[in-house]
């Protein structure tokens, strides 16, 4: 009977070692779990894909090179919309959709399939000088309307392609998209000092 009292004694000191043993594991077992989680929540922080970005500015229209790109890494599951650097060559040699800018990703909605000018369009420059175009300048996609003074019925509508630098007496020149089938009506505008350029639209 004394023996059994003595064992009475002890016995709860013994569950209370094991539980606290129990907790013990059970806390290694979630520190090592949570490491687990936070390495693989790191690895795929830091995986990313080479992507083709821009070297250099690209205005809408202009044909790219290889000097206007160059590999750039984006995370994975960024969710922009890009082109793997494996596949650069189908970019190289395509025009510009709208402006690019350096440093951004290209995405594949902004290059053309076809360059410019398209079949059925062409490409006509309009030497103009202070007085014939707005003092607003224009700026590459602005939509414009050619009129001859001394037959304004005959005015076209016209997309702005590039703006050259004004020569010593102010002059420059602006290519213009135009549908090819008015080149020969546009062809007699082009150095008359009564051509004017309208802006009626911007790019």
Do not use: C, K
Not at 18 to 39: D, K, N, T
Not at 81 to 93: E, P
Not at 174 to 199: F, H, K, M
């Amino acid at each position: 009977m004394p023996r059994s009292g003595v064992d009475e004694q002890l016995a709860p000191p013994r569950l209370r070692r094991r539980r606290y043993s129990r907790l013990l594991v059970l806390g290694a077992l979630l520190g090592i779990v949570g490491a687990l989680l936070g390495w693989f929540a790191y690895q795929e922080a830091t995986r990313h894909v080479t992507v083709v970005a821009l070297a250099r500015p690209v205005p809408f229209g202009q044909v790219i090179s290889n000097l206007d790109v160059r590999p750039a890494p984006l995370p994975t599951g960024s969710g922009l919309s890009s082109i793997a650097w494996s596949d650069v060559d189908t970019v190289v040699g395509r025009p510009a959709a709208t402006d690019l800018f350096a440093g951004q990703v290209l995405p594949p909605d902004a290059l053309r399939a076809d360059p410019l000018p398209a079949p059925g369009d062409a490409v006509i420059g309009i030497a103009v000088g202070p007085g014939q175009v707005p003092t607003t300048p224009l700026t590459v996609r602005d939509e414009v309307l050619v009129v001859r003074l001394d037959d304004t019925a005959s005015s076209v509508r016209a997309l702005v392609l590039a703006v050259g630098s004004p020569d010593v007496s102010g002059r420059r020149t602006v290519d213009l998209l135009v549908p090819e089938g008015i080149v020969p009506s546009l062809a007699r505008a082009a150095g008359d000092e009564r051509t004017v350029l309208v802006l009626v639209g911007r790019g």
